[in-house]
T-cell receptor, first 115, second 111 residues
Framework: NAGVTQTPKFRVLKTGQSMTLLCAQD?????MYWYRQDPGMGLRLIHY???????AKGEVPDGYNVSRLKKQNFLLGLESAAPSQTSVYFC??????????????FGSGTRLTVV | DAKTTQPNSMESNEEEPVHLPCNHS???????IHWYRQLPSQGPEYVIH???SNVNNRMASLAIAEDRKSSTLILHRATLRDAAVYYC????????????FGAGTRLTVKP
């Protein structure tokens, strides 16, 4: 059982380039999330999805787009990368709302550097 | 949003118990208290959560104050592998998109 898999693990981009980060989960979770973590800080929510075909903005959505065409995949896109987007990106997934849940399952992260 | 307050850092000796505090004075009646930890260079990992009663699992125990305005994560015997940043987070029971991470508590375990 792989859980949440993120690709790639590392990437260096030049300012203005575009890229897509892929998150895949095999737990049949409804909810999926993208976070970013800057050095010494906690995670901040970029976008999230409550199901296939639906997405919503989180705390820091500017400069990012997302898509959830399949339940198991959640893509994060950077159309024109900026140095301020240098960060570690984490994907997570969780079950649909319930009174008692077992929390989020996180991937191992993608370290992105924009030069 | 209800917020939590944690110490920036704590130290512990190996094989001793560790009590990590969290204050959440504005908690609402439907908020669950969740704890996650993040080991170096890894994604956060679920530790434990609870609503009103104390909770135990294989990783830790969660002690919740009677007024629910504070809680304590208890690691019964700290190991070097427990060195991590520990996050205390409040989540509404019917809102699955509100996982807000603060700076957490950085736990150092000394051999």
């Amino acid at each position: 059982n792989a859980g949440v898999t993120q690709t790639p693990k590392f990437r260096v981009l030049k300012t203005g380039q575009s890229m897509t980060l892929l998150c895949a989960q095999d737990m049949n979770h409804e909810y999926m999330y993208w976070y970013r973590q800057d050095p010494g800080m906690g995670l901040r929510l970029i976008h999230y999805s409550v199901g296939e075909g639906t997405t919503a903005k989180g705390e820091v959505p500017d400069g990012y787009n997302v898509s959830r065409l399949k339940k198991q995949n959640f893509l994060l896109g950077l159309e024109s990368a900026a140095p301020s987007q240098t960060s570690v990106y984490f994907c997570a997934s969780s079950y649909l709302n319930s009174g008692w849940d077992y929390g989020y399952t996180f991937g191992s992260g993608t370290r992105l550097t924009v030069v | 949003d209800a917020k939590t307050t944690q110490p920036n850092s704590m130290e512990s000796n190996e094989e001793e118990p560790v009590h990590l505090p969290c204050n959440h004075s504005t908690i609402s009646g439907t908020d669950y208290i969740h704890w996650y930890r993040q080991l170096p260079s890894q994604g956060p990992e679920y530790v434990i959560h609870g609503l009103t009663s104390n909770v135990n699992n294989r990783m830790a125990s969660l002690a919740i104050a009677e007024d629910r305005k504070s809680s304590t994560l208890i690691l019964h015997r700290a190991t070097l592998r427990d060195a991590a940043v520990y996050y205390c987070i409040l989540r509404g029971s019917y809102n699955n998109n509100d996982m807000r991470f603060g700076a957490g508590t950085r736990l150092t375990v000394k051999p």
